[in-house]
């Protein structure tokens, strides 16, 4: 599990500001970046689409948010409302708008002018997925390829823990058969791929962070099933590890509350893995140093950097 960090300033952190490869906004796990650090971004990205078009993966792409019903639809408030985002906006006439102005003139909340919407962030990529696949899949299933901009509310002075992050995922939908074996191979591939960029990762069986009272059996369930894996590397320091991709295993909790059914009739069972473009990028540069130009030859080549 990546390492939880008190209030007190990350050294790596301060090294990437220096460095200008991450630009902060003032608020923690907000940061625009560099043209150098944008650059690996989007070619670790073009990587994982050209693996995602070999394998013939329906390519889907989604804005940074989505219909709040189908969060809801999901049970992600049952188990992660913490991390959630919902998207606000202002609907008044005149006088609400100058009830709006007149609490920021005072420096009082004036959050409460403005009412949730239909919108919410887009939580992980996978989620805008599952309503789009509702009814019979085809008699081999479905694969996606999926990416976007993603939210989550933990700010953090670890760099690793950005609040609003890209993440690319390929999703399997298929019988249970199929996808577990799915699962079982793509820990093994995603952590080929990391190395395949001069990191070395670490893999470890892991769980989400389930929220409430019920969260800690959730959690102990989750990893004594081994449905979710990790592939650590060493990104804020060297003795905590963080994930940079992790591999789901969700069974048929997706397609049972969105009607997803196999050529057979069978809900169907689907799982995901998920690389961090943002948390990838900081492993690289932590690995080979803050200049893409010092890195190792076969990394410059991969990564066209």
Known sequence: ????????????????????????????????????????????????????????????????????????????????????????????????????????????????????????????????????????LPEDGRLVDVCCFCFRHEPSPDPARMQSFRQHEFIRIADAHTVEQWHGEWIKRGDAFLRSLGLEPVVAPANDPFFGPGGRLLAASQQEQQLKFELLSPINSSEHLTAISSCNYHQDHFASKFGIYTASGEIAHTSCIGFGLERIALALFRQHGLDTAEWPVEVRKRLAV
């Not at 409302?81 to 008044?92: D, E, I, K, N």
């Not at 006439?93 to 102005?101: A, S």
Request: glycine content about 8%; overall charge negative.
């Open 1 to 136: 599990m990546a390492q939880e960090f008190s209030a007190h300033e990350s050294p790596f952190l301060d090294q990437l500001i220096a460095h200008g490869l991450l630009i902060p906004s003032g608020v923690q796990g907000i940061y625009g970046k560099s043209g150098m650090m944008e650059n690996v971004i989007c070619r670790i990205d073009e990587l994982l689409t050209d693996i995602g078009r070999e394998m013939g993966a329906d390519i889907m792409r989604f804005p940074p948010v989505m219909n709040r019903a189908t969060v809801e639809q999901t049970g992600y408030m049952k188990s992660f409302p913490q991390l959630l985002g919902s998207v606000h906006s202002f609907t008044g006439k005149h006088r609400e708008h100058q009830q709006l102005l007149n609490a920021m003139e005072e420096g009082q909340d004036w959050s409460q002018s403005l009412p949730s919407t239909q919108d919410v962030l887009i939580p992980a990529a996978c989620y805008p997925v599952y309503p789009t696949l509702t009814g019979t």
